[in-house]
């Protein structure tokens, strides 16, 4: 009996390690697109604050040039406040001499004080002499030293100047690109609207305007009656027919899209609001809407629609377009939507 239990238990297939490798597949795959983001983000913030530091060097710069300079005006104005006191003291001898002179003139008994006088005036006078000459040396030297830093501001300034229009530049080439986008993505939107109306225009002469078949906005919609049994997402045959129509319309505009136009059709499925059944063989709404828009999409599969371009989606009850509650509305909201769209 053991080895009859270990028999069958062999026979038991473990899908746990498929499902976590598929699993692990996705998450590297989610974790590659993000580090492909990030690296992206990094290189972006790396060109932003190098210009970011480039120009705070520049304007640091200017700040220590524009200090320097303050200094040295300020020593300038100090030397010339210094020249202009040598001078009034050089005028100061000048007329005490003058004044020695004439008493020498007016009186010989005192010719000796007053040479000696002289004697002293003479030697200040030459003394201011040569601090006036090293004053003046000191302020041809401070006007080579702000010429110097003048040129030097000059520079940092057409620098910062060029910097500047390579920015205005580049943000100009940034927005035009960004025109140029936005009306090449028009022209598109315009182009497939255009199929689109063909598309649905087509579908309009194949199906004859049935009532339960109708266009709500860009989408074209089938109530769920006219494909599947109630509860089921297996197509019946009058559906079958309907979608093979749709399918021929389709194919017949297809070779007519540019090739530049990356289209697809999506495939919406939608219920009522009614619970599903304890113990059917959908668990709710999500699972019934999901089921039914697949299977519109492999039976356009199976009739030679391309299956990239092919998209399903379900919605449960929570994209209506009846409101309430009564059995009107909720036939309104059971439904298959088609919607020729740009991926």
């Given at each position: 009996?053991?080895?009859?239990?270990?028999?069958?238990?062999?026979?038991?297939?473990?899908?746990?390690?498929?499902?976590?490798?598929?699993?692990?597949?996705?998450?590297?795959a989610?974790?590659?697109?993000?580090?492909?983001?990030?690296?992206?983000?990094?290189?972006?913030?790396?060109?932003?604050?190098?210009?970011?530091?480039?120009?705070?060097?520049?304007?640091?710069?200017?700040?220590?040039?524009?200090?320097?300079?303050?200094?040295?005006?300020?020593?300038?104005?100090?030397?010339?406040d210094?020249?202009?006191?040598?001078?009034a003291?050089?005028?100061?001898?000048?007329?005490?001499?003058?004044?020695?002179?004439?008493?020498?003139?007016?009186?010989?008994?005192?010719?000796?004080?007053?040479?000696?006088?002289?004697?002293?005036?003479?030697?200040?006078?030459?003394?201011?002499?040569?601090?006036?000459?090293?004053?003046?040396?000191?302020?041809?030297?401070?006007?080579?030293?702000?010429?110097?830093?003048?040129?030097?501001?000059?520079?940092?300034?057409?620098?910062?100047?060029?910097?500047?229009?390579?920015?205005?530049?580049?943000?100009?080439?940034?927005?035009?690109?960004?025109?140029?986008?936005?009306?090449?993505?028009?022209?598109?939107?315009?182009?497939?609207?255009?199929?689109?109306?063909?598309?649905?225009?087509?579908?309009?002469?194949?199906?004859?305007?049935?009532?339960?078949?109708?266009?709500?906005?860009?989408?074209?919609?089938?109530?769920s009656?006219?494909?599947?049994?109630?509860?089921?997402?297996?197509?019946?045959?009058?559906?079958?027919?309907?979608?093979?129509?749709?399918?021929?319309?389709?194919l017949?505009?297809?070779?007519?899209?540019?090739?530049?136009?990356?289209?697809?059709?999506?495939?919406?499925?939608?219920?009522?609001?009614?619970?599903?059944?304890?113990?059917?063989?959908?668990?709710?709404?999500?699972?019934?809407?999901?089921?039914?828009?697949?299977?519109?999409?492999?039976?356009?599969?199976?009739?030679?629609?391309?299956?990239?371009?092919?998209v399903?989606?379900?919605?449960?009850?929570?994209?209506?377009?009846?409101?309430?509650?009564?059995?009107?509305?909720?036939?309104?909201?059971?439904?298959?939507?088609?919607k020729?769209?740009?991926?």
């Amino acid at each position: 009996m053991a080895l009859g239990r270990n028999r069958r238990s062999n026979r038991n297939v473990d899908y746990w390690p498929g499902f976590v490798d598929a699993l692990s597949t996705l998450l590297l795959a989610i974790m590659f697109l993000l580090t492909v983001f990030v690296i992206g983000q990094f290189i972006l913030t790396r060109e932003i604050s190098g210009k970011d530091e480039v120009l705070n060097r520049l304007n640091s710069q200017i700040a220590e040039l524009t200090q320097l300079l303050a200094l040295e005006r300020s020593n300038s104005q100090d030397a010339n406040d210094q020249i202009a006191a040598l001078q009034a003291s050089l005028a100061s001898a000048v007329a005490e001499k003058s004044r020695l002179q004439q008493l020498l003139d007016e009186g010989a008994g005192a010719s000796d004080a007053a040479e000696a006088r002289i004697g002293e005036l003479s030697e200040d006078l030459e003394a201011e002499r040569q601090l006036s000459a090293r004053a003046q040396s000191q302020i041809a030297l401070l006007n080579q030293q702000i010429s110097a830093l003048r040129a030097q501001l000059a520079a940092v300034e057409e620098a910062l100047e060029v910097s500047e229009a390579k920015d205005k530049a580049s943000q100009a080439r940034i927005a035009d690109l960004g025109r140029r986008l936005n009306v090449a993505l028009a022209q598109k939107v315009q182009e497939l609207n255009r199929y689109r109306s063909d598309f649905f225009g087509r579908l309009r002469q194949i199906l004859s305007d049935r009532e339960n078949i109708r266009i709500v906005g860009d989408r074209f919609v089938f109530q769920s009656e006219v494909l599947f049994p109630s509860g089921s997402d297996e197509l019946n045959t009058a559906g079958r027919e309907e979608l093979s129509k749709l399918a021929s319309a389709l194919l017949e505009i297809a070779p007519e899209i540019p090739d530049d136009i990356n289209w697809v059709l999506r495939v919406d499925g939608h219920t009522d609001d009614v619970p599903i059944r304890a113990g059917g063989q959908f668990a709710d709404n999500w699972e019934l809407s999901t089921a039914r828009a697949n299977s519109v999409v492999r039976y356009l599969i199976s009739q030679g629609v391309p299956a990239k371009r092919l998209v399903a989606a379900g919605f449960a009850e929570y994209q209506p377009i009846a409101e309430g509650n009564s059995p009107e509305a909720r036939a309104q909201n059971r439904r298959i939507e088609f919607k020729l769209t740009e991926r």
